[in-house]
Every structure is written in structure tokens, then in C-alpha cells.
């Protein structure tokens, strides 16, 4: 029964992206786009790194990540690349506002991180993906 609930759930989200893929194309120069990438697949890479952390129980380790790979530390690693190379730059402004937020939300979960407090910790997580579905669901480069 949950296998079969699984697979409709699966057809049904398939056929609502085809059909219904209402995101805003951006377009960017093609060494924007691929410096976008490396950064997306790095970003993924902390986000299960540092559920593995938290898991552990190693959460101030969990919030040091956060801090370093997606919150303000992040920021501002291709600020001395050529304007094509750079993602940010070819952003709509409420697109670029979304990775901000990301960024800001990034390093509040690391402030919660850093006391050390699992529980609290643990209730933040969600805050570390919510940047990453709002922009996903609304913006495409290709
Ligand atoms: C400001 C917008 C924005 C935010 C925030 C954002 N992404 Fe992305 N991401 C994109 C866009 C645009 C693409 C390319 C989509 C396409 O192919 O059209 C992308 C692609 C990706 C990819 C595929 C990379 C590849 O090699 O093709 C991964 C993985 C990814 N994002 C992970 C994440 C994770 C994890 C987060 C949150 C920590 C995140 N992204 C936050 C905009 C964003």
C-alpha cells in the first residue's frame, strides 16, 4: 500500500512539472551558469554534511559548517571574478534576495548551533532548506 501511495505520488509530482512549470527563466552568461553550479552541488554537500553532524551529535561542528559553507562567510566568492563569471550580478533582484535571505538564515542557524543545544538546534534545521525550495521553485536558468 505505501509503495503504491509512493509511486502515485511520484507520477502525480511528475506530471504537475511538466505541465506546470511555472519558474522564471534567467538568463546568464554560460561562465555565471556553471560557477551557479559548482556553488549549488558544494551547497547540497553542507547541508548533508551537516545533517550528518547534527545526527552525531556533533552540533557546535554543525553550526561552524553552516556558518562557513552557507552562511555570511559564504558570501562574496566570486566577487573578484569577471562580471560573467559571477551568478550573483545576473540575478533578478527578488531572486538575488532569496540567496541573501539563504545566506542571513545560514548563519542564524549557526548562532543556534553554536550554544551547543541539540533540541534547539535540531527544530532550526528546517531553516537551512527553506531558501533553497523558495528559489528552486520559482527561478530556472535553462
Ligand atoms: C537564489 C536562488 C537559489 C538558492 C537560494 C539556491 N539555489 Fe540551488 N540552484 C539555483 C538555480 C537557478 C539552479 C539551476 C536550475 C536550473 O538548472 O535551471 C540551481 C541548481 C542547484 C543544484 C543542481 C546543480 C547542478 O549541478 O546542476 C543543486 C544541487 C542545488 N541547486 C542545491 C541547492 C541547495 C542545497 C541550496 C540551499 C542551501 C540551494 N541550491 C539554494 C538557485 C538557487
Known sequence: MKTILI?????????LHAADDGRQLVAMPAAAEAAL????????????????????GKITEAGEVAEKE???????????????ARPGPHMPAAMHAIGMEGHQAASDFARVAASGDRDKT????????SGCVACHYAYRIR
Open 37 to 56: 553550479r559548482v556553488e549549488m552541488r558544494a551547497n547540497l554537500l553542507a547541508i548533508n554534511e551537516i545533517l550528518g553532524l547534527v545526527a552525531a
Open 7 to 15: 509511486g502515485a505520488l511520484a507520477l502525480l509530482a511528475g506530471t
Open 122 to 129: 535540531i527544530t532550526a534545521l528546517p531553516s537551512l532548506t
Open 70 to 84: 552557507l552562511g555570511h562567510s559564504a558570501m562574496g566568492k566570486h566577487r573578484s571574478q569577471p562580471f560573467d
